[in-house]
């Protein structure tokens, strides 16, 4: 069945280093990849999503890198600011519109 | 910039009563969706609505829930007898198209008493 998840549950680095939050997935036919950031008490906000014929995009500070022989994916955030400090989530669709998503890492950044 | 609102944030409703939860999504998107988030747990997909009807559904989306476009702005949920379980964050989002960006509502808290 599908399973979205991630390597752990909490990252903490400090502020101006870079980050990298890890996702993996079991559905190969999954073609669609998508990561968001929960602040407390708000709902996700978008980052940046990849598509299965790519394996890198970039962003502003954020890149994401998606390995379809292992099934992961990874968001890079370059130059980490205490306002990056939320819980992150991976999510996939694959051939549908449900995204799937993961349980999340809680990112902390210390100044 | 274009927002997805959610009204109420908090509704509190007794085991059994029905409720309505309602979302404006951003106007020119096709998709609807409705998430939920069981407090410390991942968000869930509901159903997907696109065309003025349910294009998918989860396997939590039972006969309990049901979900509507009543006019060309809003986007509503509504549970039936609601179970202590139905406690939750739920979240409407839009999308321009399929396997695009969506856009999140801030949530309705459903407690359920």
């Known amino acids: 069945g599908e399973n979205v998840g991630l390597h752990l549950p909490t990252l903490s680095v400090q502020e101006g280093d870079n980050s990298i939050i890890n996702c993996a997935y079991s559905n190969s036919a999954s073609d669609y990849f998508i990561w968001y950031k929960q602040e407390s008490g708000k709902g996700p906000q978008f980052i940046i999503d990849i598509r299965s014929n790519m394996d890198k995009r970039q962003g502003q500070r954020v890149t994401v890198l998606l390995n379809k022989t292992v099934k992961h994916l990874s968001l890079q955030i370059a130059a980490t600011q205490p306002g990056d400090s939320a819980v992150y989530f991976c999510g996939h669709a694959g051939g549908s519109e449900k995204l799937v998503f993961g349980k999340g890492t809680k990112l902390t950044v210390n100044p | 910039e274009p927002e997805v609102t959610q009204t109420p944030s908090h509704q509190v409703t007794q085991m059994g009563q029905e409720v309505i939860l309602r979302c404006v999504p951003i106007?020119?998107?096709?998709?609807f969706y409705w998430y939920r988030q069981i407090l410390g747990q991942k968000v869930e997909f509901l159903v997907s609505f696109y065309n003025n009807e349910i294009s998918e559904k989860s396997e939590i989306f039972d006969d309990q829930f049901s979900v509507e476009r009543p006019d060309g702005s809003n986007f509503t949920l509504k549970i039936r007898s609601t179970k202590l379980e139905d406690s939750a964050m739920y979240f409407c989002?839009?999308?321009?198209?399929?396997?695009?960006?969506?856009?999140f509502g801030q949530g309705t808290r459903l407690t359920v008493v």
């Open positions: 989002a839009s999308s321009m198209a399929r396997n695009a960006e969506a856009f």
């Open positions: 106007s020119n998107h096709l998709y």
